[in-house]
């Protein structure tokens, strides 16, 4: 610590401010989110890039299996032929589409179990804690593998909708979401507890203020720190699970590619091919990496103690 | 603590309960019925044929009801046959399930070791370059996809230098060498797979007991430094990471099913995952079940030993 010589006062500023601020300075974690945004625009702009280099991702072209890098096919071909590079693309499309929204549905179921579970208290709290450990307790990748294989017009799904090619991808998000809720149910309920008898909640409830409102305008946002860092190690979870599924075919199913599906076929072809195994595989660990950083650098941004 | 024990060992066998009766709903969600996959591709099969034998084995009957006879059954050691097999189930998991325990123990026979001595080799001094290095390689480590890394390791091992089999298992009554360079990736890979959340827990717990006034203390009066992080530290640290290492089994059964499958171990996982692909609805409950089971007794068990361990914690 210097004696501070300069004793005009700082310009005040926002906690959001202050916030970026202490993320800005975190590099790692500025570098991954860098890296994220990038990704994102990358996958995004899968269909641009393709006809930029002229290739037809769903192509198969029996000529040019396993073609090494050319200027054409900037990472080669795979075992028919097709792009990998725009391949890879599509499939981080995939990737990160199911890590935001099987966080977002999981996160907000959880997030609701662990609100009113802290927020009741009693039976209430004590029924969805032993809901919660049940779930829990169960074994995930044979518990995902089970519902991935679940027959859905045995649930009364329209067929129609089942024969649509979008269903896969909505099965996964929601396969995952039900059983990856339990982290931020047991997090959201503990944090709901300490902010609860709070002098502002009380007092809020004296002057008549409704449990809905109390629960809107006072828990929730005072709740927002540790879900934002739990939403975020929840993504590179979710990633991991995704291609695990997919990898082992209860996934999402080819043609359409994800980075786990990309894999699926690799195994076959590591004496002959294994940079098809490569590629899938690191885009998944910087991914889930990258996601992990970003997470961490939020922890130290919103709770400035944490870091020590 | 007796009758702490008691009570949670109850609420454990009464969550088994629950958790047999959602299980046996899931496996029914699964595609077709027994019935089906025993008649499937027999051409003579009519309607009446499939009605008769749904009457016969039972499978007409409201799901309760068949949920009630599997469960009285199974209470007398009886899971049913396997539809692929056409052997009784436990016959198939009991072998298996001794396969996948050797996998686990000798994974963490693996990763405990080389978590603590990592973990406090970097807790020592945070933020310095070999705290650095760990904590990449623990980030890595739980950012990996498992079956990738048993890819990676099948091309650098098997394919490249060609040191290790890619996967398979040795014949019946092979030396116990040769017995065990066909463990060696699978034990390798899962246990990179737990080290990485292990190695975090154990360089945080650390850091927290070395800053703790005993340390000074004891640094004060002048023990050795290794005594100081040994004697003084890591046994005090040990406590948080014996119940993370308890929980780790529910994990570690999940890595077990995908290590299983790419090097195509006959493990319990393999068995699951192979009777969820050929519908063997039986093996699948069973296994399924079981996987449960050992994850709720490692939880209990973390709960109890953290009581036995440490004194202070009063279990009510």
Redesign the interface.
Known sequence: MTVATNLTLEAPQSIWNARWNRFRRHRLAMTATIFLILLAIACAAADLIANALGVDPSAVDLFERFSPPSSKHLLGTDEIGRDVLVRLLHGGRISLMVGLLATALGGAFGVLIGVVSGFLEGRTDAFLM?FT??V????????L???G???LS??GLPQAWLNSPSVSFWRIVVVIALVDWTAIARISRAATLSVKHRDFVQAARASGATRLYNITAHILPNIATPLIVAGALTV?RVI?FE??LS???FGVVPPTPTW?NM?TN??EL??SA?AL??Y??VL??LT??AV??VGDGVRVAFDPRSDS | MIRYSLRRSLQAAL?IF??SFV?YN???????DPIDVMLEGNPSVTPELMAQMRALYGVDQPLVVRYWRWLLAALTGDFGYSNTYFRPVLEILVPAILQTLKLMVLTLMVSIPVSLLLGSVAARRPNGWVDNIVSVLA??S???????LA??F??VFA?KLQWLP?GGSSMAGAPLMEQLTYLVLPVLTLASFTSGQLIRYVRASMIETLNADFIRTARAKGLAEHTVVLRHGLRNAMLPVVTVIALSF??L???A??VE??YGMLGM?KA??DA??NKDFNV?LA??LF??V???AS?LLADLAYGWLDPRVRLE
Do not use: E, H
């Open positions: 032993r450990d049940c829990l307790s169960l074994p995930i990748i044979p518990l593998i089970v519902l294989a679940v027959d045995k649930l590179g991991l291609s695990t990898f082992l075919g786990g894999l690799a195994q590591v004496t294994p195994a490569i899938p595989g998944i660990l889930v990496v992990n950083l | 969550v629950v958790m299980l899931l496996i029914g969600l699964m595609p077709g980030l890595t739980i950012s990996s996809p498992i079956f990738w890819l990676v099948i091309i394919v890619a529910g994990s059964m999940s890595g099913l995908v499958t790419m996982g699951v995952y969820i692909v699948a296994g399924l996987a449960t050992v994850t709720l939880s």
